[in-house]
């Protein structure tokens, strides 16, 4: 009996310290902002989103791919059929000719981003064995959303003296485990805006995620439009209802 109590003693013990070392690595609490795209009446910042495209498409497509995105969707952040043709022409697609023979052809409006890397394998085997995830709809696979991607982005730092260093990792509190294979993307002036805004790590980092955030869903202008459309509509008939209600009692209490 006592041997048996001594052993859950010890196990609870390991259990503790294991719990409290795996919650020592859980990310630090995310860094809160508002966000012009959240709320009933969001909507989203065109101006930064198209300089949100053009940090992920001079920092981030170096490694990370958005799949699910085709660069006729950008007419929807304003860009212009010019613009947009000029993009995807700059890429080279592989396709097939008339004879079935595979070829490469400059990107058209209607194809998708054009991914970095051919395969998960050759994304791996040019970043140390790390698979940079797929941009398209980062914000919703991930907790927090909006708030995480830019802490992560505003996050790195130099690692406190009770942070053992990881070879070839970097360390930003805000990912789970505290060092992250990603090393620090921005730095002010990586990208020069088109528009003359400052491009300094919090602005960029507050683009991007707009951007991300229209690429994850490009819908929600219309939704949000949709749900006050139907608000209004059950206002209305709520008061409608109210009435003849009332009405109708009236007329029942005089008989």
């Given at each position: 009996?006592?041997?048996?109590?001594?052993?859950?003693?010890?196990?609870?013990?390991?259990?503790?310290?294991?719990?409290?070392?795996?919650?020592?690595?859980?990310?630090?609490?995310?860094?809160?902002?508002?966000?012009?795209?959240?709320?009933?009446?969001?909507?989203?910042?065109?101006?930064?989103?198209?300089?949100?495209?053009?940090?992920?498409?001079?920092?981030?497509?170096?490694?990370?791919?958005?799949?699910?995105?085709?660069?006729?969707?950008?007419?929807?952040?304003?860009?212009?059929?010019?613009?947009?043709?000029?993009?995807?022409?700059?890429?080279?697609?592989?396709?097939?000719?008339?004879?079935?023979q595979p070829i490469q052809r400059p990107g058209k409006a209607s194809d998708h981003f054009v991914p970095p890397y051919p395969n998960e394998e050759a994304s791996r085997a040019a970043n140390n064995g790390a698979y940079p995830p797929d941009l398209s709809l980062i914000i919703k696979a991930r907790k927090g959303g909006p708030d995480y991607v830019y802490s992560l982005l505003t996050g790195f730092a130099t690692a406190p003296a009770n942070e053992s260093a990881v070879a070839g990792k970097y360390y930003n509190p805000y990912f789970a485990g505290h060092w992250i294979s990603m090393p620090p993307p921005l730095s002010d002036n990586v990208v020069t805006y088109q528009d003359g805004t400052p491009a300094t790590v919090d602005q960029m980092a507050r683009d991007v995620v707009t951007f991300l955030q229209w690429a994850g869903e490009p819908e929600m202008e219309q939704r949000h439009e949709m749900g006050i459309k139907v608000l209004l509509f059950l206002i209305v008939m709520t008061g409608f209802f109210y009435v003849a209600k009332k009405r109708v009692w009236k007329s029942l209490e005089k008989k």
């Open positions: 009996m006592l041997r048996t109590m001594l052993l859950s003693a010890v196990a609870l013990t390991a259990f503790l310290g294991i719990a409290s070392h795996s919650s020592a690595q859980e990310a630090t609490t995310l860094k809160e902002n508002v966000w012009k795209f959240e709320g009933m009446a969001g909507y989203v910042d065109k101006q930064s989103a198209q300089r949100g495209f053009q940090v992920y498409k001079q920092v981030c497509s170096a490694c990370h791919s958005m799949n699910l995105v085709a660069y006729r969707n950008l007419s929807k952040i304003g860009f212009t059929e010019a613009e947009i043709n000029a993009l995807a022409g700059e890429k080279q697609v592989p396709d097939f000719d008339d004879k079935g």
